[in-house]
């Protein structure tokens, strides 16, 4: 199998499991559990053994209504395929293409989806060839189909879609089920068992993935399994196809075994020889020596790396050549006689000259050593070691030599080898000379003879100490032949043999006598110069030439020598680099530079401090020295900056708050204001400058009705000499022209006569504080109002339920003791007795349904409701009492138009205004409901019209209030509890609205109340075009009811947000204009009704945004990209929220 070409397999890979059953041959048609025909394959129509009836469209056709074969019916096995799973059955003959015939034999097998019957599979497998015919018929002709199957597959597995084995094909099923094959029908054995028994543990992992992917995904899987049989291991590629019919379902599943067992031992052992090969070549490549391997004949079989390199050849030039075509000094001759010499010893060494392939001449020291290979051939290593650069280095150390001993011999210094015991073994001609000795004297001294005694110790020197490398130099005094002292610096260097012994000692001795005498000139200058608390340094040629500590310390140095050779720019850090290079080039090009500067320092340790200097120069021996002398000012300069830190620290507390401080100052007999920061204008909506140009801007900025009692407050504390603070609370007009509550802390310092001469204020925004305490105020007049309600509660019920009870407890008592009533008084009674119970079931029901309001206890779910469709269900709910009251309904709410409310009370509130409209109108009038557009954009108006008989003025102002109880009789004498407008009013005021009440009396009655409106609109706002593109299409998919506008800024969408009713607000936080911080204050300020929702959606908002937007009132902010699962939810949580004030 391995030997199969990669056409086949490409081939393979094109065909789908659909079109790869049609081309084999094996008739299979599958049906389902009603016997449908769900998939028919083209090798089944074309066997010739169908009735014509199934031959065109047979998908979809019945088995039970009619015989699917020719020559057999096989209806009845079909039905029974659900208890027996199998069965086999011979339906005729079909000509071949060799002119012989074949007898047809049929296979069923049930179809089961868990223990589920789903259905059948039936096969056309087994062909037995009976004999030629000559025939005219054309034959069957699938011969190619099988050679193309048998290629493709070793062996091929067909299953129901829970893998449950239908078929099996190929000569490879004998091999690796042969214990199934012992039974003589091994496809019978295998028919009906799960797939996954008949593959290897292993692979169950990956059968169950490959099983799941396909149910998935509809596409086809594959994975490698091998089977172990009879201790010999074959290794299969399984290829799965889903055959799929109707709507992608699947039908059953196709399994294509694949044997690639030889290709894989064959990799393999490949494997192993290339990981042997690839071990000794990297052993022999990463030699540094030149590896060469001959064969018995000296030619060459191996040349590594090195070889190469060092050679110019590469390995294919030297393939198979012979050794001395390389080495012209080793001819063949005697090549072989080393090989000879080889079976004696061990190893062979000899040194020849090459000529490398770039001509070039080198030594090298050769090594020849002999072994075997594998098949026991004579083989020769050759190990080539460079020596080139060695016998190089070697003549030039002989030609220094000669050289050093040139130059020591006329040396100017005294140079001298000398024994351990100090006797000298060699002068040059300059110590003779200098001393004053002769040869032969020189001859009788030791070294120390020549100390000055008490020069030698003071200075503890001794030749023990040069041995032992205490001492590498020493100044020295020399006492010569004539009694003259010689000043020298003598530096030594210790010899040794090659035994490690003292060989001797060398010395060279400098005449430094008058450079003594010049330092001790400069001495004192050095002391002054050190003592200096000033740094001092000179520089020449941009280094340090002197440098005292002072100066040293100054940029974290101990001592001046650590700079000296130094560039001065080196001491500068780079933000004054630029500067003070310019001032050096300047100086040294003698052009005008200045002679004191500050810059900042780049210290040792990596600190910086400010430096002060002052430069001053001289000229010596033509060249320019320049003396500079330093002082660190950082102290001073850390005052200077702390200073200006302090001011801009203070700046920006004050920047930065919320509230505004200012200042004012007499001017003559006027104060000006001095100082605003910047906040008066978040506060106020105008800058600085404009209230610092015009003294009484505050003045004009005031509420009209604020103006006159702040102008009088404002007088009586300037001329109230005592006092020197006050707070004013007034209302002033923001430059967007919306109020704004501010409070003003005014504090005064006065000369003796009680004069102002400066201010210093404190301006507060107090408008959240004043709405806060507006809405504690209101709370609390609503609690007085609560209670006074439960008062009022308890007195209707004291006062209402009574009534009922009496008439129902009097008339009770009459029809128990009064033995004489009539049949037909009774039934009177009874009569009054019901209608009390109704009159108390009604008042009661009201008051539960009012109570409920009260103590929010009633479940308020608003939600978008069709206005049309509801009032025509409540007009529906009464139309039987109107007919047989002879009263006119009117539907007149025509437009399409939703509110936001619960459904349930919206029905309460129809129920008791219609209630009451039919109560009091006349046989023949009209009751009308309609609606309009509110003078509050985001709610409409609804009202409920009637022709009856009208509220008197002074009964107008009772309808709703529960404590009043205003009801009547209606025209026909109905009657009710009187609380149910109360309870109207409750429920309307609880959406956010409000009712009203127009009525003349015997013209009718308009009850008038407003809902918000359902808003089917989102207004998306950010500045990224591309993002806002992006997030519209994901908002559509989210809520597809919804029309979802756009704005690029802050200032845009504030407009669209006065203007139109929006369900949901999204915005970006970073936006040009106006960003989401300032667009979600503005909204949250302004008086608009109903306001939706807003969610924060931005790439740049960290937990600082959060909060501050959770601070006013935004629960949602999310970061982008978004969590798509938590920003829809929040979508929906914000969009079933009620739009309430």
Known sequence: MVSNSSEEEKQFEEITAAALLDAIPVGVLVFDEQQNITYLNACFSSLGVLRPKFLEKPVGKSLKDEQLFLSADIRKEIQNLREQFFFEKELGNQKTSDGGEISIFLKGVALFEEENFRGGMLMVEDLKVLGKTNDSNPPLNNESYLNLLQNLSDFMVLTDADGSIGYVFGSQAKTVFRKNIQTGKPEKDLLQRPINEILPQASLGNLEKSL??????????????????????????????????????????????????????????????????????????????????????????????????????????????????????????????????????????????????????????????????????????????????????ERVLRVSEERFRSIVHNASDLICNFSEAGRIIYANPSFLQELGLSEKELSEKKLTDFFETSSAQQKKFSIKQVIQGKVKSAELTFVKKNGGLLEV??????????????????????????????????????????????????????????????????????????????????????????????????????????????????????????????????????????????????????????????????????????????????????IRYTFFTTSIEKITGYSQTEFLHDSRYFFKITFPDDFKMIKMRLRKFINNYYKNSEELVFRIIHKQGHLVWIKNKITVTRNQRGEILKMFGLVSDISIQKKAEEEVEKSSDNLKKLNDTKDRFISIVSHDLRTPFSSILGFTDILLNDDEITAEESKQYIGYIQESAQSMLALVNSLLDWTRLQTGRIRFEPAKIDLFEHVKKALEAVAGFAIKKGITLQNLVTDEINVFADKSLLSQIFGNLLSNALKFTKSGGTIAINFAQSDVPRFIEIWVNDTGTGI??????????????????????????????????????????????????????????????????????????????????????????????????????????????????????????????????????????????????????????????????????????????????????????????
């Open 489 to 670: 610096l003598g530096n030594f260097s210790v010899t040794y043999d090659a035994q490690k012994k003292l060989k001797y000692i060398g010395g060279i001795f400098s005449d430094i006598t008058a450079k003594k005498a010049f330092e001790q000139e400069l001495l004192l200058m050095r002391a002054i110069f050190e003592a200096s608390n000033d740094g001092i340094a000179v520089e020449s040629n941009n280094s340090f030439v002197i440098v005292n500590n002072s100066f040293a310390k100054i940029f974290g140095y101990e001592k001046g020598e650590e700079l000296l050779n130094t560039n001065p720019l080196e001491l500068v850090d780079e933000t004054d680099l630029l500067r003070i290079r310019g001032y050096t080039e300047a100086r040294a090009r003698k052009e005008t530079a200045p002679n004191h500067y500050e810059f900042l320092s780049r210290n040792k340790n990596g600190t910086q401090n400010f430096i002060e200097v002052s430069v001053t120069s001289f000229e010596f021996e033509d060249d320019i020295f320049f003396v500079v002398i330093s002082r660190d000012v950082s102290e001073r300069k850390r005052v200077q900056q702390a200073i200006k830190e302090s001011e801009e620290r203070y700046r920006t507390i004050t920047e930065n708050l919320d509230d505004s401080l200012w200042t004012a100052e007499r001017a003559g007999n006027n």
């Open 212 to 393: 799941k992917e396909i149910r998935e995904t509809k596409k086809r899987s594959s994975f490698l399994t091998s089977f172990e049989v009879e201790a010999e291991e074959f290794v299969f590629d399984l290829q799965i196809f889903p055959v799929l019919a109707g709507r992608r379902e699947i039908q059953f599943i196709c399994f294509f075994f694949k044997d690639i067992s030889p290709y894989i031992k064959e990799m393999e052992h490949l494997r192993q020889q290339i990981d042997e090969l690839q071990f000794y070549e990297t052993i022999t490549q990463k030699a540094s020596d030149a590896l060469l391997v001959l064969n018995a004949e000296g030619k060459i079989n191996f040349w590594n790396k090195a070889a190469e390199k060092l050679f110019g050849y590469s390995k294919s030039e030297v393939f198979n050549k012979p050794f001395e075509k390389f080495f012209l000094s080793i001819d063949h001759n005697k090549l072989f006689a080393i090989f000879s010499y080889l079976t004696a010893t061990e190893k062979y060494n000899t040194s020849v000259s090459i000529i490398t392939k770039q001509k070039q001449k080198k030594e090298i020291d050769i090594s020849f050593l002999g072994t075997k290979n594998r098949e026991s051939s004579q083989l020769y290593v050759v190990l080539c070691n460079d020596i080139t650069e060695k016998i190089e280095v």
């Open 952 to 1141: 008197s003025k002074e009964n107008l102002s009772k309808v709703f209030d529960v404590d009043a109880k205003f009801t009547s009789e209606g025209t026909a004498g109905e009657k009710g509890t009187g609380l149910g407008l109360s309870l109207v009013k409750e429920i309307v005021e609880k959406h956010g609205g409000k009712i009203w009440v127009e009525s003349k009396v015997g013209k009718g009655t308009t009850f008038k109340f407003t809902l918000p409106k359902a808003s089917a609109t989102i207004l998306l706002v950010d500045d990224n075009k591309t993002d806002r593109l992006l997030y519209s299409k994901i908002l559509k998919s989210f809520v597809p009811d919804y029309e979802i506008i756009l704005a690029g800024d802050g200032a845009e969408a504030w407009e669209i947000i006065k203007e139109t009713s929006l369900a949901l607000i999204i915005s970006d936080h970073t936006m040009p204009k106006m960003n989401g911080m300032q667009l979600v204050k503005r909204f949250r300020d302004s008086s608009i009704k109903g306001k939706p929702h807003v969610i924060i959606l931005s790439g740049d908002v960290g937990k600082p945004e959060t909060l501050a937007y959770n601070d006013l009132g935004v629960e949602y902010v999310f970061q982008k990209p978004v969590n798509l699962t938590q920003f829809k939810e929040a979508i929906e949580q914000s969009l079933r929220k009620i739009f309430t004030k």
